[in-house]
């Protein structure tokens, strides 16, 4: 955790970007599928790099690295497809997503389980990781509601996700400035 408390800025980063891209994708609702497969990858880019990062901090002070490493490497990946596949459809896209948010979501709750033993704030970390599940479940069971729906519902997802890791950056922070200097 204290590794995770230097590095409260990664976490809040990547709040910033999540609402950013919630916030995009409800103001633009008349967006192109297009738009929205380059926009939920640079999305899903950015989340995995900046997870990737965490976890090579988190490894090189020996803490636990592999939830954080996998979290990312599937958002670089979730990411790259987007990109590499444009013709994507709705549908296809949907469930990418969806299958996205349910392995990240599961990522955070097993890394918010193992950090529960170091300290505090992994409760945010784990309610992020339960929203992410239950979204990409709700992805799977209603498929047809159509793309302006999908697209509320992911703007909505992300803007509450990019708080919950806002929260979370800035537990972490204040856990950094109540301990000692090293």
């Not at 738009?35 to 090189?60: K, M, P, W």
């Not at 990409?136 to 803007?159: K, N, R």
């Amino acid at each position: 955790m204290l590794a995770l408390s230097r590095n409260w800025w990664a976490v809040a980063v990547r709040g910033v970007v999540a609402i950013l891209f919630g916030l995009a994708a409800l103001v633009w609702p008349d967006v192109t599928l297009a738009f929205l497969i380059a926009l939920f990858g640079v999305y899903a880019l950015l989340d995995g790099i900046f997870a990737i990062v965490a976890a090579f901090r988190a490894a090189r002070r020996d803490l636990r690295w592999g939830p954080l490493a996998f979290e990312g490497v599937l958002g670089i990946l979730a990411g790259l497809a987007a990109f590499v596949w444009p013709s994507l459809t709705a549908l296809a896209l949907l469930y990418l997503i969806a299958a996205w948010a349910i392995v990240t979501g599961l990522a955070e709750v097993i890394g918010a389980v193992q950090l529960r033993e170091v300290g505090g704030g992994t409760l945010w970390l784990g309610l992020a990781g339960v929203i992410s599940i239950i979204f990409g479940v709700l992805l799977i069971l209603f498929p047809s509601s159509g793309a302006l729906a999908v697209l509320w519902v992911i703007g909505v997802y992300a803007i509450v996700f990019g708080i919950l890791l806002l929260v979370l950056a800035w537990q972490l922070r204040s856990m950094g400035e109540q301990r000692p200097a090293l």
